[in-house]
């Protein structure tokens, strides 16, 4: 099965990650590194499907939160309005924002701003995740990311909460 060179793998492998393939193998390398190996491509369709998941999830929060902001016709997208991300977890989030905005490739000078789906692309899934904490049900979820989801119990529920 593996298209390596067994002992060049078998010598890259942690010291840590190679011996669970090994007992299983009766200590033989050949099999064991097959058996990483098969290990690797039955994994991979699962993160794919991840991979998919959160581009979904992170597009549809986003164009939910957009939607919010020009109903409310904020001048700057959601990204930009410090008061949504509250408490330790907002900290992180905020920061979070910052450091994706340093780090997003850019085609034009550090002048122009950067487009806000570039800022969306580099923000990381836990990024995402810690925007369904309850930390955000008055900030985001009452207001718009109910919205989002069909079935959401607080789907539709246009509560004015002073956010702007």
Do not use: C
């Not at 957009?66 to 904020?74: D, H, I, K, V």
């Not at 000078?109 to 487009?115: D, I, Q, R, V």
């Amino acid at each position: 099965m593996s298209t390596f060179n067994t002992s060049s793998v078998a010598k890259h492998l942690t010291h840590h990650r190679l011996p669970s393939y090994l007992a299983a193998t009766d200590n033989k390398i050949i099999t064991a590194v097959d058996l990483y190996d098969w290990n690797t491509l039955t994994s991979g369709p699962p993160f794919q499907d991840l991979s998919r998941f959160e581009l979904i999830y992170r597009n549809t929060l986003d164009r939910t939160l957009l939607t919010l902001g020009t109903a409310r016709q904020w001048s700057r997208p959601w990204t930009e309005h410090r008061k949504f991300f509250v408490g330790d977890q907002g900290n992180r989030a905020w920061n979070d924002t910052k450091e994706a905005r340093q780090r997003a490739p850019r085609r034009q000078s550090t002048t122009h701003p950067l487009p806000h789906g570039k800022l969306i692309a580099q923000l990381n899934f836990g990024f995402w995740r810690f925007l369904a904490t309850k930390n955000y049900l008055r900030s985001l979820w009452v207001p718009a990311l109910a919205n989002a989801f069909p079935h959401h119990p607080n789907q539709g529920n246009p509560a004015k909460l002073d956010t702007a």
